[in-house]
């Protein structure tokens, strides 16, 4: 007897429609979720312009560093159970707000934007939709004098750049301030360089895990801003670190600035400061330390503002030490001697300087157009630098003032703008670059000359530290904003030679209708960034800095003074290499440039 077939099952449509969208969203989520060497993590689609990218927020790389784990190195974040939820940023570091300009947009941009923690060493990964196989990598360094920052900022997204260019970026929280950099030199209870190890953990996991998420671990660049930068030269001079890139790209920031290294004496002389500000003993370096592990966060970085008062940008101060782990010796007497060779862009903005002056310069504010008369112009100087003295003021005078129209006001403003950006920026730069090039080193030097339609700053203040960032990172062509065509272009053309930098190690168009000519010794050419074409110049303040590299110091120098503005020790005053002192673990006495 012939059986009958049993009857296909019919679905009715709607069920069928929930049966496919169920499908989608399982392979969405799949899509989603990465397996790393610590547990399975979770990201999402986020939606760039016509397509979309995959972020993975918020991603656990090492332990909360609290209790006797406070201001030393981090360590890895053990391994976890299920997926991890990597759909929101992690909580930043401790640090304090600005309250300078309060409430006003040019200073909120940059204010942390979420809760604050102890527990934030995360990081952040934006991988192109398709999951490609070996992509390159690109790992961001935020910048902000040590003392703040944030990877969450809106400033920092680099989702376009990703999209854009079909890398991978990378993004990491580290700690600032005292809570990352206060060092206690010789004391293992507070090394120092605490942020440094942090960032120097987040690049091992890189190594580790980006290839699962579809990146080239041998294709790394490393790329930073203003303190990020000279974080940037630092992880190039750290032997634990070199393995971890291939490539650097410093923005508006150098490790041959005196404000990216501080010497052992201070150091120690600002950490005792910090103590006795918050009643801690001071007879007993381990009750000491003790003391300071054990104090409310907060408190530590309230008062971290007040360890030293005689300089307008003395908040830089707790900033990174050679530690002889870290790093070995001054940066640069480092530079002098044989290191990695690598593929390096680098350039700053044309008014790199302004926002020092409104932040310490007399007669200068956002509020008004900030003429100064010459009186305020010398007090300027000598407010920046305190050691200076009369033949140090007098010659950085003769340097910049217009002594052919010497009662024009905007002229001395000009001339203290050009003096900070000079000596804090550009002359740093410029004396690593040519460092770097006695080691066979391909560089690439660059200067951002567009003031953006929507600066908020006052128009005298010209392309600010900080205005390439939102062209590198896209903002133009995202929705809703009021940038004009030419911009746009403008910011295509940065994200393009970024990436090929990343890719291939030259900042070319890829149409080669542009050929960057590389740094060199002889002609020092850089491109000037802007809307319409690029221009190729020479000698980038050749005289300027060789007044600051090279003749000032050695003028004061001989007569007697300690020429480093309280900031910047002269790229002539090097020590000998150090070695460690065998009993402290730190540097012998004969480290004179280190302990000074």
Known sequence: MKQDRPKPRIFPVKDAILILVLASVAFAEHETIVETKQGKVSGFHLPVGSGSVIAYLGIPYGEPPTGTQRFKKPEARKPWKGVYDATKFGKSCYQKRDEAYASFPGTNMWQVNNEMSEDCLYLNVWVPPTKPNSADVMVFIYGGAFLAGTSSLEIYDPSILAFSEDVIVVSMNYRVGALGFLALPGNRGIPGNAGMFDQQLALQWVHENIAAFGGNPDSVTLFGHSSGAACVGLHLLSPGSQKYFKRAILQSGSVSAGWAINTHKRAKRLTLKLAELLECPLDDEDALVGCLQNTEPTKIVEKQFFVETIHPFA?????????????????????KHNIKKIDILIGGTKDDGNPFTIWGAPGFSREHDSLITTEQLIQGITRFFPTAGDIGTESILLQYKDWKDEHNMEKNREAMELILRDYYMICPMKYFANEMLNHDTNIYFYEFNHRS????????????????????FGKPLSKGRNFTEEEQILSKRIMKVWG?????????????????????????????LKTGDWDIQRHLYTKDCYFWNFFLPKLVERVGKNFDGNLWSSPLKTADTCSKDAQSGGPSESCNSIWD
């Open 315 to 335: 908040l830089t101060r707790i900033i990174p030490i050679v530690d002889f782990d870290f790093i070995s010796d001054m940066p640069n007497n480092l530079l």
């Open 453 to 472: 339609s929507q600066e908020v700053w006052p128009e005298w203040m010209g392309v600010l530290h900080g205005a390439i960032l939102p062209f590198m």
């Open 500 to 528: 090929n930098f990343a890719r291939i190690g030259i900042p070319n168009d890829d149409d080669n209708a542009f050929t960057w000519p590389p740094y060199t010794h002889q002609e020092q050419n850089h491109v000037v």
